[in-house]
């Protein structure tokens, strides 16, 4: 008897690791089922360790460690590191990516450095002092560490660290600036690049300059 039960959970060990896994409600991520190669689905909340493969939750998908393949969730969607194409239908965050983050409402990353773009329908937001190889795409706000690539929304592009470029319908701001700016607002401490604009703001203090138009730098 107890020789066939744990042949049973041998079996549905290696399906779920190697297979398809299905949960009809929230688990967290130990055992047998914490670790899955294949394909993950969960009715409510779906929470693991690590996935290589397709990690679906009709509610939410977190990922603890590694999430490499495709994951999506309707409310929200978690990795710590993201290594593919993350959709999350309100939100969604890794903390760190090497892919493509869409979600509806806000996408959060972590101190991690990451490579790829962020496509948001509200915002792209820094959790902690991680750096990005890429993009940001938002409609009301992209936030930035150390950016290498661009920024681009209709609201408001930030940045402490920019080498690339950031256009907005509204403003931009960058601590340091190596690249251009086109927005109705730009706003640069220090730097060198170019600056297109209504309003034109470079330096801090009493030092800020105010240029119309154009600003160039170099």
């Given at each position: 008897?107890?020789?066939?039960?744990?042949?049973?959970?041998?079996?549905?060990?290696k399906?779920?690791?190697?297979?398809?896994?299905?949960?009809?409600?929230?688990?967290?991520?130990?055992?047998?089922?914490?670790?899955?190669?294949?394909?993950?689905?969960?009715?409510?909340?779906?929470?693991?360790?690590?996935?290589?493969?397709?990690?679906?939750?009709?509610?939410?998908?977190?990922?603890?460690?590694?999430?490499?393949?495709?994951?999506?969730?309707?409310?929200?969607s978690?990795?710590?590191?993201?290594?593919?194409?993350?959709?999350?239908?309100?939100?969604?965050?890794?903390?760190?990516?090497?892919?493509?983050?869409?979600?509806?409402?806000?996408?959060?990353?972590?101190?991690?450095?990451?490579r790829g773009?962020?496509?948001?329908?509200?915002g792209?937001?820094?959790?902690?002092k991680?750096?990005?190889?890429?993009?940001?795409?938002?409609?009301?706000?992209?936030?930035?560490?150390?950016?290498?690539?661009?920024?681009?929304?209709?609201?408001?592009?930030?940045a402490?660290?920019?080498?690339?470029?950031?256009?907005?319908?509204?403003?931009?701001?960058?601590?340091?600036?190596?690249?251009?700016?086109?927005?109705?607002?730009?706003?640069?401490?220090?730097?060198?690049?170019?600056?297109?604009?209504?309003?034109?703001?470079?330096?801090?203090?009493?030092?800020?300059?105010?240029?119309?138009?154009?600003?160039?730098?170099f």
């Amino acid at each position: 008897m107890l020789a066939r039960a744990e042949e049973a959970a041998e079996a549905s060990e290696k399906f779920s690791i190697l297979g398809f896994s299905v949960e009809p409600d929230t688990q967290y991520p130990s055992g047998r089922n914490s670790n899955i190669r294949g394909v993950s689905l969960s009715l409510l909340v779906e929470l693991r360790n690590n996935v290589r493969g397709v990690a679906v939750g009709s509610g939410a998908s977190m990922i603890e460690n590694d999430m490499t393949g495709i994951q999506f969730a309707l409310v929200a969607s978690g990795a710590g590191k993201l290594n593919g194409i993350q959709a999350g239908g309100l939100f969604a965050g890794a903390g760190s990516f090497d892919g493509v983050i869409f979600t509806g409402l806000f996408n959060i990353t972590g101190r991690g450095q990451s490579r790829g773009l962020q496509i948001a329908g509200l915002g792209n937001l820094p959790f902690d002092k991680g750096g990005l190889n890429g993009g940001q795409i938002a409609l009301l706000l992209n936030g930035a560490n150390d950016l290498k690539g661009f920024q681009i929304g209709i609201g408001i592009n930030a940045a402490t660290e920019i080498n690339g470029l950031q256009i907005a319908g509204v403003f931009n701001y960058a601590e340091t600036l190596r690249g251009l700016q086109i927005g109705a607002v730009n706003v640069v401490e220090n730097g060198s690049g170019l600056q297109i604009g209504l309003l034109n703001f470079f330096g801090t203090g009493d030092n800020r300059l105010i240029f119309p138009l154009l600003n160039a730098r170099f």
